[in-house]
């Protein structure tokens, strides 16, 4: 049962660092051309809950890291 445990907590902290690392990448590319971003979005209600969503993503994320090493950990 330990193995089942190990395995459970490798897939979720490399799932918790896909999500987040996706989401850093969500968040930079709206960041880096702000200006146009809610230029062309802002009216939408997808831009202006995308950075939502980013952040979101990146709690979750680093949340499903720390399960998945509490896993690993076996507590």
Same mark, same amino acid.
């Given at each position: 049962?330990?193995d089942?445990?190990?395995?459970?907590?490798?897939?979720?902290?490399?799932?918790? &660092?896909?999500?987040? =690392? !996706?989401?850093?990448?969500?968040?930079?590319?709206?960041? @880096?051309?702000?200006?146009?971003?809610?230029? $062309?979005?802002?009216a939408t209600?997808?831009?202006?809950? &995308?950075?939502?969503? =980013? !952040?979101?993503?990146?709690?979750a994320?680093?949340?499903? @890291?720390?399960?998945?090493?509490?896993?690993? $950990?076996?507590?």
């Open positions: 049962m330990p089942s445990n190990r395995r459970r907590g490798e897939l979720l902290r490399a799932a918790g &660092l896909v999500i987040t =690392a !996706v989401s850093l990448l969500l968040l930079a590319t709206i960041f @880096v051309d702000w200006a146009e971003w809610t230029k $062309d979005v802002k209600v997808f831009g202006n809950t &995308l950075p939502v969503f =980013a !952040v979101v993503g990146i709690v994320g680093l949340f499903l @890291v720390l399960v998945g090493q509490n896993a690993i $950990d076996g507590e």
